[in-house]
Nanobody, 127 residues
Framework: QVQLVESGGGLVQAGGSLRLSCAVS????????MAWFRQAPGKEREIVAA????????YYAESVKGRFTISRDNAKNTVYLQLNSLKPEDTAVYYC????????????????????WGQGTQVTVSS
C-alpha cells in the first residue's frame, strides 16, 4: 500500500507564494508518476500539474502555467509544487496523486489515471 501525505498549505495574500510537499511511502517512489490536483468548493477536481517518473516530462494546466512548478526528489520520496503569484481563484484543496507505471516519461492528466491519493491540503488566497 502507498501512503501520500501532503503539507505546506495555508493562507496567503494574492501575489504570494507557497510550497506544497507530498511525502510518499510504502513502495518504490521512482516507479510512480505523480501529479497535483485541486478542488474548489462546488467544482470538479482538476489537474494542476503532473510529472513523469524520470522528471523528464511535465504538464501544467493553462491556468497555472508560468506560476506553478512541479518537481520531484526520488531520493527523498517527495514531490513538490511551488506556487507563485497566487490568485484568489487558486483557492482550493490541493491533492497529491500517484500512478504506478512502467512508462518512464509519460504523464497523465485525468483523475482516473491515478491509483493513490493524499488527504489534501488547503490553500487559501486572500484578495
Amino acid at each position: 500500500q502507498v501512503q501520500l501525505v501532503e503539507s505546506g498549505g495555508g493562507l496567503v495574500q494574492a501575489g504570494g507564494s507557497l510550497r506544497l510537499s507530498c511525502a510518499v511511502s510504502g513502495r518504490t517512489f521512482s516507479n510512480y508518476a505523480m501529479a497535483w490536483f485541486r478542488q474548489a468548493p462546488g467544482k470538479e477536481r482538476e489537474i494542476v500539474a503532473a510529472i513523469s517518473r524520470s522528471a523528464g516530462n511535465t504538464y501544467y494546466a493553462e491556468s497555472v502555467k508560468g506560476r506553478f512548478t512541479i518537481s520531484r526528489d526520488n531520493a527523498k520520496n517527495t514531490v513538490y509544487l511551488q506556487l507563485n503569484s497566487l490568485k484568489p481563484e487558486d483557492t482550493a484543496v490541493y491533492y497529491c496523486a500517484a500512478r504506478n507505471t512502467i512508462a518512464v516519461v509519460a504523464v497523465r492528466t485525468t483523475r482516473y489515471d491515478y491509483d493513490y491519493w493524499g488527504q489534501g491540503t488547503q490553500v487559501t488566497v486572500s484578495s
